[in-house]
């Protein structure tokens, strides 16, 4: 009988949705850090960036929402009810889509700054200009991070999975045959019980 299918749970896409924006704004204060060095702060505040201070909280209830669902998933692999979600990319891949995600989200930030925050630079020049270059580079270091997670993640339920469903069969008892199985086997033959149709064969 073949291995029973379970479905990968629902939370994976939850989890790394989540997770992207605390790793977005690591690489939005990346970029300030990089270019300003310790006067980094200061700059934030003159540039219309004092309202990050007020998302902070939202991105720790993000990581703590992807840590649930991480448990959760552990949870139900253990349980034998799912199995690990599988990524249609290589790991490369992966960085490569997370670093690229990473940059276009920090581009948009940017962009809606200039148009919105007082004495932020408006325009392709608030995006790259004034070191903000940098923030390549930074997606691209907190992007393998983020694939590394995603990875790392998924081949620690996967273990778990594989572990429990062994141990699960090995603790299964052995197939005992059905009753009809058993009479059927032991029912006399037709010949020896005189139900055969045939006569016996003629003497010569």
């Known amino acids: 009988m073949g291995r029973r299918a379970v479905r990968a749970p629902r939370g994976w896409d939850l989890a790394r949705i989540a997770l ?17 060095g310790h006067v980094a702060g200061v700059v934030l505040q003159r540039t219309g960036h ?39 990319v290589s790991f490369a891949g992966l960085w490569l889509l997370c670093s690229v995600a990473l940059v276009a989200i920090f581009a948009c930030q940017e962009l809606l700054e200039g ?14 200009g004034y070191g903000g270059w940098w923030a390549v580079p930074a997606a691209v270091c907190v992007g393998l991070v983020l694939a590394a997670v995603f990875h790392g993640a998924r081949w620690i ?27 059927l086997s032991l029912a006399p033959a037709p010949l020896l019980a005189g139900w055969s149709s045939r006569g016996p064969p003629g003497l010569s």
Request: proline share 6%; aromatic share 12%.
């Open 115 to 128: 148009m919105f925050a007082f004495g932020h630079p408006a325009g392709l020049v608030g995006v790259f």
């Open 50 to 88: 004092a309202y990050l201070h007020s998302i902070v909280p939202w991105l720790v209830a993000m990581i703590a929402l992807s840590a649930g669902c991480f448990l959760w998933a552990i949870g139900r692999a253990l349980a034998r009810q799912t199995s690990a979600a599988r990524f249609s």
């Open 157 to 183: 339920v996967e273990i778990v999975a594989r572990r429990r469903h062994h141990t699960g069969s090995r603790g299964r008892c052995p197939s005992v045959p059905r009753p009809s199985v058993v009479l």
């Open 20 to 36: 992207l924006w605390p790793a977005a704004f690591a690489v939005h204060q990346l970029r300030y850090m990089l270019a300003y």
